[in-house]
């Protein structure tokens, strides 16, 4: 048969046709998702510069309860620190025992580093009241983000602080206490003693705060230790915060120090 060319260009266009039906879409290929920004570590506070906890109810509880205890009557002997000098509650029987006849007052606060203490004085937590002796002990929850260098020379504010605001009391400044390993977040022990490596670099520096008389420096860690250098869990569970026995092994290992400071 003869094609004629209409015939020829018509199938030409059918065949045009069906290829276009048949061919496969460009797709246009995804917007690029953007990475999400790093999260900025929050700043590490200046251990020497004062700092509330923003935001901790109890801190501000706490510290409206000593401005009230400088105004309710005189005080003779204050215990100023952390969760560990907090932690004198516990043995109340003990407290009374060795310091009631001092009119004491315990000015500790759990979790509280160098900044909170220095911040709590600068807001009156001193103001009107006239201790004969100031037992001061902090820096331990420093050791987490501070250098030993930076801890020592927030305490040596601290001291400052207290030689300038009470120039008639006496400061009994105590080594921070010993404590054990850490937990990592899953709750296995983390076997790096950084912690306490720190606490022993800081511990001679404030040796040398002691000056003989107006402030006195007493490093009794050796009696929270059993022989084999390590924190029995009787006095102090957690191997952080004393029992009450360990409690009694704090007062009675101060009280020489203390008695004489005190008269």
């Given amino acids: 048969m003869r094609t004629t060319l209409p015939h020829f260009l018509s199938a030409l266009a059918l065949v045009a046709g069906l290829t276009a039906c048949t061919a496969v879409p460009t797709v246009a290929p995804a917007p690029a998702v953007a990475a999400p920004a790093p999260v900025a570590a929050p700043p590490v506070a200046d251990a020497s510069l004062p700092a509330p ?4 109810k109890r801190f501000f509880e ?39 006849a001092f009119q004491p007052a315990n000015f500790g606060i759990s979790g509280d580093q160098t900044q909170h203490v220095i911040w709590r004085i600068e807001n009156g937590e001193l103001d009107g009241i006239t201790p004969k002796v100031v037992v001061l002990m902090i820096g331990t929850n420093n050791t987490s983000q501070h250098t030993a260098a930076q801890i020592a020379a927030a305490d040596r504010r601290i001291v400052q602080m207290l030689r300038t605001r009470l120039p008639a009391a006496k400061v009994l400044l105590l080594a921070i206490f010993p404590r054990g390993l850490d937990k990592n977040k899953d709750g296995t022990i983390d076997p790096r003693p950084r912690r306490m490596e720190i606490i022993n670099a800081v511990n001679p520096e404030l040796a040398k705060l002691d000056d ?20 029995p ?11 009450a026995a360990g409690y009694q092994l704090w007062a009675e290992a101060i009280q020489p120090l203390l008695q004489e400071m005190m008269k």
């Fill in 53 to 56: 906890k923003t935001g901790n």
């Fill in 62 to 100: 706490l510290h409206e309860s000593f401005l009230a205890r400088t105004k309710a009557g005189p005080i003779g002997l204050l215990f100023l620190g952390d969760s560990i000098t907090e932690g004198w509650k516990k043995a109340p029987h003990i407290w009374e025992h060795y310091y009631g």
């Fill in 212 to 231: 003989g008389r107006m402030v006195r420096f007493l490093d009794i860690n050796a009696n929270f230790l059993g022989n084999d250098g390590t924190i």
């Fill in 233 to 243: 869990r009787g006095i102090m569970p957690d191997q952080l915060h004393p029992s």
